[in-house]
């Protein structure tokens, strides 16, 4: 099966700063790679996602990169602000049935 | 809309045990899904569901059952508690999208707040 592997595991930014963080994958079949923020107590909640036949994506602050070659795939967040403080999760995908999640980390903005 | 919620919140169980998760989703999803949730390792897919009726096991399938009688519920049980399942346990949601013919091929999934298992 396929294998995500993420890092950092953990990540600390001052405020205003930008964070990156970065996930691998094994299967060169996945064709989908969604990025979910967890925040304490709460199930995780997609913030971007990308599509195998686009290299980026941008939202307002974030963007997610992909390498398709090299095979992996990168979130960045620009301009942090404490309510960014979260898990950060990547996860691949094939089917659409079955997700393979790394195994997160976790960003703290320092104000 | 609730979204997709979870029950119950927290539970404790002794080996040996059995009980049933119950996840509930007001978004006519076709698909819906049971994770869990251990420190270091991400979340791991258990079972899922690709419509009502049908279910298919996951990453990590041994020592748990699943049923989706109904379209909106999908139920996660567990016959014989041990240890090693003690966890945080997520259900999700989605709607298959289509994107060239492939249905299926980028969910959106909706997770729920989680249910804490702890078992002695």
């Known amino acids: 099966g396929e294998n995500v592997e993420q890092h950092p595991s953990t990540l600390s930014v001052q405020e205003g700063d930008s964070a990156v963080i970065k996930c691998t994958y094994s299967?060169?079949?996945?064709?989908?790679f969604p990025w979910y923020k967890q925040e304490l107590g709460k199930g995780p909640q997609l913030i971007i996602d990308i599509r195998s036949n686009v290299g980026e994506k941008k939202d307002q602050r974030i963007a997610v990169t992909l390498n398709k070659t090299a095979k992996h795939f990168s979130l960045h967040i620009t301009e942090t602000q404490p309510e960014d403080s979260a898990v950060y999760f990547c996860a691949a995908s094939f089917t659409g049935n079955q997700f393979y999640f790394g195994t997160g980390t976790s960003l703290t903005v320092i104000p | 809309n609730a979204g997709v919620t979870q029950t119950p919140k927290f539970r404790v169980l002794k080996t040996g045990q059995s009980m049933t998760l119950l996840c509930a989703q007001d978004m006519n999803h076709e698909y819906m899904y049971w994770y869990r949730q251990d420190p270091g390792m991400g979340l791991r897919l258990i079972h899922y569901s690709v419509g009502e009726g049908t279910t298919a096991k996951g990453e990590v399938p041994d020592g748990y059952n699943v049923s989706r009688l109904k379209k909106q519920n999908f139920l996660l049980g567990l016959e014989s508690a041990a240890p090693s399942q003690t966890s945080v346990y997520f259900c999700?949601?989605?709607?298959?999208?289509?994107?060239?013919?492939?249905?299926?091929?980028?969910?959106?999934?909706?997770f729920g707040p989680g249910t804490r298992l702890t078992v002695l």
């Open positions: 299967d060169s079949a996945s064709n989908y």
């Open positions: 999700a949601s989605s709607y298959p999208r289509t994107s060239g013919g492939a249905v299926g091929s980028y969910n959106e999934q909706f």
